[in-house]
């Protein structure tokens, strides 16, 4: 399954499926991306990072793609499982004068939701 | 504790009460970060600390909003006189440094201002 940012905040997805979610930024400054997983009641948990010297990242389970070219963020979950849902968020740290550093802006979010 | 810790996890106030919440960052995390999140939004900056000094404040929405954090270490953050509007998940969260280092969040305070 996949999402479109802004556009389409909920996905679902059948348990074992690959998930992509999709984000969008505008800050052609923007050097640093974060995706985040929140779950109910919790604050946000830190899942995969990239800077913006690289286009690819793997985790486990977790690959990140960046397309500066397009300024689009995604986050790829292999073998999606009933435990990845939340809302995943990316977050991006706008490295441009008057910012101040490690201050993170985040996106709406997505709801994944995962069904057996 | 090893994660960020925040106090009370739950706080009711009525309209005028001051509010006092808490942080207890990652021991040796240097920046402390303090956001605001409404139901179905992402989390949207207020303020940020490097060690005791507040570097920026500019997403504080009123001069009801005030932090602080003495030492370096635990920060506060105070709203007075509550309005229904503040209403929200107050999360708080630290990093290593502020130079492109995740940061890691607390599970927030939800305040509800009836």
């Not at chain 2, 404040?57 to 309005?83: M, W």
């Amino acid at each position: 399954g996949e999402s479109v940012g802004l556009h389409l905040p909920t996905l679902s997805v059948q348990e074992g499926d690959n998930s992509i979610i999709n984000c969008a930024y505008s800050n052609s400054a923007s050097d640093y991306f974060i995706w985040y997983k929140q779950e109910s009641g919790k604050g946000p948990q830190f899942i995969i990072d990239i800077r913006s010297n690289m286009d690819k990242r793997q985790g486990q389970r977790v690959t990140v793609l960046l397309n500066k070219t397009v300024k689009h963020l995604s986050l790829q979950i292999a073998a999606t499982q009933p435990g990845d849902s939340a809302v995943y968020f990316c977050a991006e740290n706008r490295n441009d004068r008057g910012s101040t550093l490690g201050r993170l802006y985040f996106g709406r979010g997505t709801q994944l939701t995962v069904w057996p | 504790g090893a994660g960020v810790s925040q106090s009370p996890r739950y706080k009711v106030a009525k309209r005028g009460q001051d509010v006092a919440l808490r942080c207890d960052p990652i021991s040796g995390h240097v920046s402390l970060f303090w956001y605001q999140q409404a139901l179905g939004q992402g989390p949207e900056f207020l303020t940020y600390f490097q060690n005791e000094a507040q570097l920026d404040k500019s997403g504080l929405p009123s001069d009801r909003f005030f932090a602080e954090r003495p030492e370096g270490s635990v920060s506060t953050l105070k709203i007075q006189r509550t309005q229904q509007e503040d209403s929200a998940v107050y999360l708080c969260a630290s990093s290593l440094d502020n130079y492109n280092s995740p940061l890691h969040f607390g599970n927030g305070t939800r305040l509800t201002v009836t």
